[in-house]
Nanobody
Framework: QVQLVESGGGLVQPGGSLRLSCVVS????????MGWYRQAPGKQRDLVAT???????NYADSVKGRFTVSRDNAKNTVYLQMNSLKPEDTAVYYC???????WGQGTQVTVSS
């Protein structure tokens, strides 16, 4: 049974940082690309960042230069380091296994003073 569990969300002031983690079980993590998505209230779920099995990364324009995605295959974990956070980054953040329909439960990120 494939499971993805996110953690690391919370309330942070504008300009602050958070690191999200997503632990994957029940799948051969190392062979999959991983994606981070986010969904703000009343909006669609959007792609934030991806990392391939080989470590190549890609980012949405809105987070380039502020967010960094990385992975640790030994820990079956993908990370999203978020710096210089803005109020518009407020959303529920989800990780996804490749292009499959396997998602985590989401973790809330709120950027507010």
């Amino acid at each position: 049974q494939v499971q993805l569990v996110e953690s690391g969300g919370g309330l942070v002031q504008p300009g602050g940082s958070l690191r999200l983690s997503c632990v994957v079980s029940g799948a051969k993590f190392s062979i999959y690309a991983m994606g981070w998505y986010r969904q703000a209230p009343g909006k669609q779920r959007d792609l934030v960042a991806t990392i391939t099995s080989g470590g190549s990364t890609n980012y949405a324009d809105s987070v380039k230069g502020r967010f960094t995605v990385s992975r640790d295959n030994a820990k079956n974990t993908v990370y999203l380091q978020m710096n210089s956070l803005k109020p518009e980054d407020t959303a529920v953040y989800y990780c996804r296994l490749g292009s499959l329909n396997y998602w985590g439960q989401g973790t809330q990120v709120t950027v507010s003073s």
